[in-house]
Structures are given as C-alpha cells and as structure tokens.
C-alpha cells in the first residue's frame, strides 16, 4: 500500500455497530466506506411500537447520510452485499460491483430463525424491519375494523385472537403492547364486540419467557402480562403455522395476528467468510473479534460469536454492539500500535437489560438489582430516549410517549395498504343494514 494513500475501511451494516464504529473514526487518517442495504439506521428496539400504532417510522429512523452530513471521511452506499472475498480484500455488491478494502467490519446484524419452516415467515412475519413493522400494523388495525363487522361471536373471534411466539424480550413488548390496543386504547372507539373478547397468546417452547433474565424477573413479568390479559403459555413449542393458524401439538389458535419473534440466525454475509460458525450461523471470532485466519476482518453485534469474561456467550443487545463498535474504531485508527499479534481482547461491561412489558411496566437487571414495575419502565424509557439518534427524533418520542400515558391513545392508526384478496365481511354489513 502506498504510503501516502489513507487506508480504506469497510464497514458493512449501518446498524448499532456499524454506525458507532465510522463515528468514533471520525478524526482518524482513514477513508470510510459505509455500505447498508437500507438508507436509514433504524432503532430497532422499539419498532414494537411502529407495529402497534404508537409510533410512526420516522419516529425510531433516521437517514444514515444524515448521521455522517459532516463527517468527511465516510462514504455511504446503498447496497446489498452477497460475498467477502478475504484472500482478495473486496466485497462483492449484488451488482457485481467489487469494493477493495485494508480493513473490513461485518456488523450486518441477525434476521429471524424459522428453523428451516421458511414457509412460516408468510403468515408470521418477524419485528426486524419498518416494512414488518407496517404489515404487523396493519393486520392488527384492519382485524378490528373486520371484527366491527362480524354479530356473530364465534365468527368474528379469530380477528380478535392475537399470537406472538417467542418468549424473550421482544415477544414480550410486543404481546403487551398488542394487550393495550386490544383491550384498552382503542376499545372505545369499536362498538360491536367487547375487551373481554379480545384474547392476545404470548407462546413459549421453554419454560418460561425471558429465560435470560432471573427466574424472579421472569415471574413478575408473567404476573404484569397477566394483569393485561395475556394468556402465557409456556413449554408449547409450535409444529405447524398455516394461513390464519398456530399448531401447539393438538391445540391451534386461529387469528391473521400471529408475529415471529422465537430466534433469529446470523445475517447470510456470515456464511460467505472463511470462519467457524455456531449453530445461529454467527461467526465464531478472536478476542479481538477479527477472524482467525483473516485478522483485518473484523465481525461485532449480533453476525459475531463471543464470550465474556466468564464464559458465557454475549447477548444479542445494542450496547453490546456499541462497545465493540467503540473497540474497534480503536484499534483500527492505530494499527502501528495495534497489530495483529499485539491487540487487546474486547471485554464487554455489562450495565444490565431491561425489557418493558406496557405503560408503566418493566423488568430490569441493573448489575444485580432487580427493578420491576414503574420504576424500572421509567428507567427503560429514559435509556432509549438516550440511544435514539438526533435530538428530533428524542423529543418526538418523548411527546408522543408523554401523550400516550395521559390520554391513554395511539395517534398512528392508519391503514393504507388494504390486501389484495377482497374482504367479504362487507357484504355481511350490508345485509345487516338492510335487516334493519
């Protein structure tokens, strides 16, 4: 390389990793190459929210060219990337086009696991995304306005059933915000079918939700989903998904509700480099969290394998990807003093988790203190504030959130994209009105 040529570093994703790495490389003699297949960071934690009608997009997104206006040394490119050719240093673009880089980051995060049952997705779309966030949204809102349509109570139930599988944090904001919409928020505003017959399913194979938390969290987070009427059920691991049905073994919940939230895999990158990977497809990396046998390869968040420092594998969690973004952008600003045989390891300061279970409810573990309740969801909601980008988007949600605790209502309550197939209640609601 010559001399007087920056460096070229690559980094693939503009998630939490990725977007902290090129940051904190702001002032270093490098030339930065940010490639995501989407032209916004999106903050994923609470795209729950997008999907139950609290928040809009714009809310929890933010346009990655926006984040780095004044940071000169990045270069953003809206791109799909399907191979890392190591021997080579390039990626390859789906476009073919091949981008050559000194140093690569992979932070191109996880997708959701259907454990080979890829015909799942269809019916049971995952929480990763804006446009899942949406399709979610919609099926809620335009199940009620199809259940407002319906005298029969047996016909109408399953527009009003509700089914999130998977126990873990996500599945679990998600089922008590679907609990607020369905049997509180919006219930004043439907005349012809009760709360009481709104039923929202929270489906866990193991045997309990939020296994990664203390087992007394686990319990009062069963106890606060209860208390909003969702049914738990625990060690019901799910053998079929079909149109507008969930198979629990012998039992089946008929609803056009039904989110994925029971596992994700690494992101298909993963697979194309030279690397060892577990069983979610996650790149087995070095302390350092390069590749062994390529170590101007970097691999952080949830597309990286890693342990603590007692052992155990660290969480799929935003502030796990930040910190190695942070490392990273270390040891790539001064390679003279950081090379390869010389690196520190990364070692992750765990400050806690926390998950929210509805309006002023959550669970927290704060470095061994157990929070639960109003407490804990207040200091939930403060700390997402902080990780969102951009001083708009903070004071947005806080308004919105602010509004939503008072009045109890949900402002983004649209349906705009109607399905395809034509909706026969219609004609059930004209028949009626001409029997009256």
């Known amino acids: 390389m010559d001399s007087g040529k920056k460096r070229h570093i690559v980094i693939i994703g503009g998630g939490f990793g990725g977007i902290k790495t090129a940051r904190m490389l702001a002032k270093a003699d490098v030339d930065i190459t940010l490639i995501d297949k989407t032209n916004h960071h999106l903050f994923q934690p609470l795209l729950y929210q997008v999907a139950t009608a609290a928040l809009s997009p714009g809310d929890i997104a933010v346009p990655i060219r926006a984040v780095f206006g004044k ?8 791109g799909e990337v399907v191979d890392v050719l190591e021997q080579q240093k390039q990626i390859r673009l789906k476009d073919d086009r091949l981008i050559t880089f000194d140093s690569l980051v992979v932070a191109c995060g996880a997708q ?17 995304t804006i446009s899942n966030a949406l399709t979610i949204r919609e099926r809620i809102l335009l199940s009620l306005e199809k259940a407002e349509q319906i005298d029969d109570p047996e016909e109408r139930q399953k527009y009003l059933n509700f089914v999130v599988i998977g126990g873990g944090p996500t599945g679990v904001e998600m089922a008590g915000a679907i609990a607020e919409i369905a049997k509180r928020n919006m219930m004043r505003d439907f005349t012809n079918f009760s ?13 309990r939700i939020l296994n990664g938390y203390d ?25 079929q998904i079909e149109k507008d049905k969930v198979f629990l073994g012998e039992q089946v919940l008929e609803s056009p509700n039904i989110v994925w939230a029971a596992g994700v895999v ?9 690397v060892e990977k577990d069983r979610a497809g996650r790149a087995i990396v070095s302390p350092d969290m390069s590749l062994p046998r390529h170590r101007d390869v970097f691999v952080i968040g949830d597309a990286a394998y890693a342990e603590d420092d007692n052992g155990s594998p660290l969480p ?20 003279q003093k950081y090379d ?9 300061m765990d400050k806690g988790s926390m998950a929210t279970i509805g309006r002023a409810r959550a669970v927290a573990d704060i470095r061994g203190l157990k929070l639960s309740g109003f407490f804990a969801w207040l200091m939930w909601s403060v700390i997402h504030i902080l990780f969102l980008i951009g001083f708009r988007n903070r004071l947005h949600v806080f308004v919105e959130w602010m509004w939503h605790y008072f009045t109890y209502k949900r402002g983004v309550r649209l349906i705009t ?20």
């Open 71 to 78: 940071q000169k040394n990045v270069q953003v490119i809206l």
């Open 112 to 128: 959701y696991n259907y454990f080979g049952n890829t015909a799942w997705q269809k019916y049971a779309p995952g929480l990763k």
């Open 195 to 207: 709360k009481d017959e709104a039923h929202v399913y929270l489906v866990e194979a193991g045997p």
């Open 215 to 239: 087992e007394t969290l686990s319990d009062k987070a069963v106890i606060m989903l209860e208390d909003l009427g969702v049914e738990v059920l625990h060690g019901k691991p799910v053998t």
């Open 266 to 274: 690494a992101n298909p990158v993963v697979e194309t480099l030279d």
């Open 316 to 335: 799929a969690l935003a502030p796990v990807a930040m910190q190695q973004g942070k490392f990273l952008a270390k040891l790539i600003a001064d390679p």
């Open 340 to 348: 390869a045989e010389t690196r520190p390891a990364f070692h992750y």
């Open 417 to 436: 994209d109607r399905p395809e197939e034509p909706i026969e209640l219609h004609q059930q609601g004209r028949a009626r009105e001409k029997a009256i």
